[in-house]
T-cell receptor
Framework: AQSVTQLDSQVPVFEEAPVELRCNYS??????LFWYVQYPNQGLQLLLK??????LVKGINGFEAEFNKSQTSFHLRKPSVHISDTAEYFC????????????FGSGTRLSIRP | DGGITQSPKYLFRKEGQNVTLSCEQN?????MYWYRQDPGQGLRLIYY???????QKGDIAEGYSVSREKKESFPLTVTSAQKNPTAFYLC?????????????FGEGSWLTVV
């Protein structure tokens, strides 16, 4: 069975500091990887995704993530955060073989301190 | 603008009542999904539909029902059999043709049992 683990439920950082949100997955088959962001009382929107090719993926709002197959990780990073990055971030995977099988992590709440 | 519209944004339900949450998309997507979101638990799949007049149960379908009579509409009924319905409900859609495709989310609906 596939699973997604977000190791930190909450991550507090100071404004303009770097941040890394961790995501590990478990799957016996090939997967695609996604990061979504959810602002308060809103739906989720796509930050970035890894389908193939370069393992370093750049997304919106200055975020990037690196796919590490050997460590089964897809950590999200930003070199300098802003107050507006305060949100919940979800890692997700889909199977190559099934478009309907989307597995979300439990989310990481990023809070930015001025 | 293209997107997914959920209504109502806030809904209150009395014990024993059925309520229906609306979801409409104008993205011409084949696949539509309903997720439930509870604090600290991420998103859990209730039902999904890959084509008109067809739908499948997700991980937590008990106490819920759906229909897919039109491509653009996928309403969710929360029945009185759902013992703990208070949650944030998210509708989503995708082209469904590849598991690497992005899922697009609506703004969500809050359901509270009073």
């Amino acid at each position: 069975a596939q699973s997604v683990t977000q190791l930190d439920s909450q991550v507090p950082v100071f404004e303009e500091a770097p941040v890394e949100l961790r995501c590990n997955y478990s799957s016996s088959v090939s997967v695609y990887l996604f990061w979504y962001v959810q602002y308060p009382n809103q739906g989720l929107q796509l930050l970035l995704k890894y389908l193939s090719g370069s393992t370093l993926v750049k997304g919106i709002n200055g975020f990037e993530a690196e796919f590490n197959k050997s460590q089964t990780s897809f950590h999200l990073r930003k070199p300098s955060v802003h107050i507006s990055d305060t949100a919940e971030y979800f890692c997700a995977v889909t199977l190559y073989s099934s478009a309907s099988k989307i597995i979300f992590g439990s989310g990481t709440r990023l809070s930015i301190r001025p | 603008d293209g997107g997914i519209t959920q209504s109502p944004k806030y809904l209150f339900r009395k014990e024993g009542q059925n309520v229906t949450l609306s979801c409409e998309q104008n993205l011409n997507h084949d696949a539509m999904y309903w997720y439930r979101q509870d604090p600290g638990q991420g998103l859990r799949l209730i039902y999904y539909s890959q084509i008109v007049n067809d739908f499948q149960k997700g991980d937590i379908a008990e106490g819920y029902s759906v229909s897919r009579e039109k491509k653009e509409s996928f309403p969710l009924t929360v029945t009185s059999a759902q013992k703990n319905p208070t949650a944030f409900y998210l509708c989503a859609s995708s082209t469904g043709q590849s598991s690497g495709n992005t899922i697009y989310f609506g703004e969500g609906s809050w359901l509270t049992v009073v």
